[in-house]
């Protein structure tokens, strides 16, 4: 009885031998599969990062339509300023006080073919030109009702001045000061020969190549920023 008894148990631990190699066989696939995991999860990674760094670098960001604008109110201030102290016999006046911001646009566009092409914003200069002239009118007003108020005229506003100027002359105020007055602002046709151009253009290691002729260049979102031999652009990118 007991050699069958320890015969019996025999058998069971001999049945139960080849259970534990198929765990572990179960576990050493589990562990392969997690290593291959983590591997595949790696180069998703390093291939996302590096294609976020290819799509994030600034000269992928320069083409599209960017604007900039060139400041001409210190030069027509002092060109009105000029002209007033000679007609008004060397009178003084805060010319600054008239002029305010009196700009004119220049539109850099950089292509995705790798054209370029920068023009002088027509519209802009045109503003800018009637803006000087009314601001000089309008000095020239002042002054005049100046000087008819110190001689004990009577002369209440500008209205009146300006009709006075049109009786004597014949002519406005304003097509006075454009014909016989001073230039305020360079032509428009300077302005496009200074500003104005196109052609290729690339850009590598931080430099903006436009016709052969390198210009580094800063780049933050709407921002573009040229340095060359001809001083520093700020452009900002176009809304649309």
């Known amino acids: 009885m007991d050699n069958d008894l320890k015969y019996l148990m025999d058998e069971i631990k001999a049945d139960q031998k080849p259970v534990k190699p198929k765990r572990r ?11 291959l995991f983590l591997f595949v999860f790696i ?4 291939a996302g990062g590096i294609l976020f760094w290819w799509k994030s670098r600034p000269e992928r960001k320069l083409s599209g339509g960017w604007h900039r604008t060139i400041d001409l109110a210190a030069e027509a201030g002092a ?3 000029e002209w007033l102290m000679d007609a008004e016999g060397g009178r003084a006046i805060d010319m600054k006080a008239y002029m305010g911001s009196i700009t004119v646009g220049v539109d850099l566009t950089l292509a995705a073919d790798g054209s370029w092409i920068c023009m002088v914003d027509e519209n802009s200069y045109r ?5 000087a002239y009314t601001a ?4 020239l007003e002042d002054l005049l009702l100046a000087r008819a108020q110190e001689a004990g005229q009577e002369m209440t506003g500008r209205e009146e001045a300006a009709q006075s100027i049109e009786d004597t002359i014949g002519m406005s105020c304003q097509e006075y000061l454009r014909t016989y007055g001073p230039v305020l602002l360079p032509a428009l046709e300077e302005l496009r020969a200074e500003y104005e151009g196109s052609g290729d253009w690339k850009a590598e290691s931080g430099v903006l190549l436009r016709n052969g002729s390198g210009e580094a ?3 933050n979102t709407d921002l573009l920023v040229l340095t060359g031999s001809e001083g520093t652009e700020v452009y900002y990118r176009n809304a649309d």
């Open 25 to 35: 066989k179960r576990r050493r696939r589990s562990g392969a599969l997690l290593i």
């Open 43 to 46: 180069l998703v990674l390093v």
């Open 79 to 81: 060109a009105a300023k």
């Open 127 to 131: 503003a800018a030109e009637q803006q």
């Open 136 to 139: 000089l009118e309008q000095a």
């Open 217 to 219: 260049f800063l780049i």
